[in-house]
C-alpha cells in the first residue's frame, strides 16, 4: 500500500511539472500571437485548437461522457478559467506592466487556498502558508524587475484582479468534477465550455488570421495543444490527487521558469534581482509541497507478568 501511495505521488508530482513548463512555455508563445490577435481572438483560436486536440485523443480513448454528477463543475470551471480568464487576461497584460501583473494574478493561488479551506475543507499547514509567501514575493519581484516603463491603468489592474478570481474559482469548482469524471473528461468538456463562451470573438478571429504571419498563427495552434490540451489535462490528473490549495502553491513555479524561457528563447538576459525574484519562487514552491517529518510512535513493549504459583504447577 505505501509503495501504491508513493508512487501516485510521483506521478502526480510529473503532472504537475509538465502542467507548469509548458504554461511557463504559454508566455513566450502569447508574446508573439498576441501581437496579430486581439485578446477575444487569440483566447477562441487557442481553445478551438485544443477542443480539436483533446476531442481526437477522446475518440481514441473512446472516452464517453462524463457522469452527470460531474457537470457542474465541468460547467462552471469552462467559463471561469477556460473562456473567461483567457480573454481578461490576454486583455489586461496589454494595459499593465509586467510588475502589476505580476503582483495581481499571483493573488490567484492565494484565493484558491482561501476558497479550497472554505468550500472543500482543505488544510492549509504553515509550511503551505509560508511557501505562497515566499513564492509570492519571489513572483513579484521577477515581475519588476522585468517591468519596462509602461503604466498601469485602472482598467488594466481590474482585468487582472477578476482573472485571478475566475482562475482560483475555476480551479476550486474543478476539484469536485474530478471526483466522478476522468481529467480528460473535465478538461475536453471544459474547454469546450470555454469555446462556447468565446464565439462572439469567432468574426475577429476570422478577419485577423486572414492577415496574421503565419508564426503568430502557429504559436496560437500550440497554445491550444500544448499549454492548454496537454497541460490542463496534466493539471486536472494532479489536482485529483491532492488538494486545490498545494496546486496553486505549484504554480509559482512559472515566473521562474518564464524567466528561463525568455533568456534562451528570446536571448533576454535576466538581472540579479530577476534571478533573486525566481529562486525565491521555486524555495516558495519546495517549502509549500514539503510535509512535516512525523514523529516515530515509541514502540510499547509490555513488562512480564511476574510468575504466579499456580502457572508453576
Known sequence: MMHLSRRTELLAAGAA?????LWAS???????????YSPGALALGRLLSGVLALGVICLVRREGL???????GIAISGVLWFGFYMVVLNWGEQQVDAGTAALVVNIGPLLIAVLGARLLGDAMPPRLLAGMAVSFAGAVTVGLSMSGEGGASVLGVVLCLLAAVAYAGGVVAQKPALGSASALQVTTYGCLVGAVCCLPFAGQLVSEAADAPVSATLNMVYLGVFPTALAFTTWAYALARTTASRMGATTYAVPALVVLMSWLALGEVPGLFTLAGGALCLAGVAVSRSRARQAATPVVVPEPRPERASDSA
Request: proline share 9%.
Open 26 to 36: 504559454a508566455f513566450v508563445s502569447i508574446r508573439s500571437a498576441g501581437s496579430s
Open 17 to 21: 511539472t509538465v502542467t507548469v513548463v
Open 66 to 72: 462524463p457522469p452527470r454528477s460531474a457537470w457542474r
